[in-house]
């Protein structure tokens, strides 16, 4: 039978399609890799990895082999958490993975919270892209994710968090700086600029744009947030951002501002998304509830949505 540590250096190669990049992300020496692989292939008695000379191929086997490995690896993980929450409750590592635009701007409004009331919890936590978040919590490495929803994978359970207001960003010296909310019907004739495709962030921005007859900038489009504001202080044109990045990035900075839209603003809906059936649903449950106690307390420009337990006092 395969090992576990076989599925894992199959699974990785089935990831990377490349030998090398597969046996850094599972921090074993290449030949160390290769040699497993050889003999899970000879447990099995079929060829799993087509080995071509610029590129590697998985076999039709081995392609399903490696998706029964994830599962497999899955539950095996789900066994070690069963375990652990025997222990204590929120009393273990959370793998937490967290889209681009949100991450570095939301995760500290709620740890602090959480490292109050309960200690020995440890959040690991990744950014990423909206479909990598998704794939790697579809494949057991991740546990939970903070994300834009909604989310239509039948696979996962989501539940929202918090609303969050999308506000103009523009140079400070704009013609509608004086303005203290912005009409749609001002924004005619500006250039907005936005992240790269692949970002929750952009689909949405390309939707209000559309909705509001401005003109999206594909010409020059951000990596990141921190980017975008850096064109926008140039004069590139303006830019549409979230309310927790412009509390935390923009509202202290001279060279731009940001204002609300007025009357309802566009918004976007934050939730907790992890897999149907996992061991540590009413954990999730429960930190959910933290979280939006946090918010409550200390994220005014947002409109909690979950279902708040102070924790403490």
């Not at 899970?40 to 076999?59: I, P």
């Not at 980017?227 to 979230?242: D, E, H, N, Y």
Request: charge should be negative.
């Amino acid at each position: 039978m395969p090992s576990l540590q076989q599925l894992r250096y199959l699974i990785a190669v089935a990831d990377q399609l490349h030998f090398r990049r597969a046996a850094e992300l599972c921090n074993v020496t290449q030949p160390t890799l290769s040699a497993q692989l050889k003999e899970l292939e000879a447990r099995l008695g079929t060829t799993l990895v087509e080995r071509g000379r610029s590129k590697v191929m998985m076999t039709p086997t081995g392609k399903e082999i490696a998706e029964r490995g994830r599962r497999i690896l899955r539950e095996v993980a789900e066994i070690h958490t069963i375990a652990k929450l025997q222990q204590s409750v929120l009393s273990s590592v959370i793998r937490v993975g967290v889209v681009q635009t949100l991450g570095s701007y939301f995760l500290p409004l709620v740890i602090p919270d959480l490292h109050r009331q309960y200690p020995k919890l440890g959040l690991y936590v990744r950014e990423g892209l909206p479909d990598a978040l998704l794939r790697s919590l579809e494949d057991g490495a991740l546990d939970l994710l903070f994300f834009p929803l909604p989310v239509t994978q039948s696979e996962f359970e989501a539940r929202p968090l918090f609303r969050e207001p999308i506000e103009v960003v523009m140079p400070s010296d704009h013609r509608l700086a004086s303005e203290p909310a912005i009409d749609p019907v001002m924004l005619k004739g500006e250039v907005i600029l936005s992240l790269e495709p692949g970002h929750k962030l952009y689909e949405l921005v390309r939707t209000i744009s559309d909705d509001y007859g401005v003109e999206l900038s594909h010409d020059y489009e951000g990596t990141s947030l921190d980017t975008l504001r850096q064109m926008v202080a140039t004069g590139m044109g303006v830019s549409l951002m979230p309310a927790l990045y412009v509390k935390s990035e923009v509202a202290h900075q001279d060279l731009v501002i940001a204002r609300p839209f007025h009357g309802t603003s566009p918004s976007r809906t934050i939730g907790m998304v992890w897999r149907k059936g996992t061991s540590r649903e009413d954990e999730f449950q429960l930190l959910l509830q933290l979280i939006c106690g946090s918010l409550t307390a200390r994220a005014p420009e947002v409109s909690v949505l979950g279902t708040c337990d102070p924790g403490p006092a």
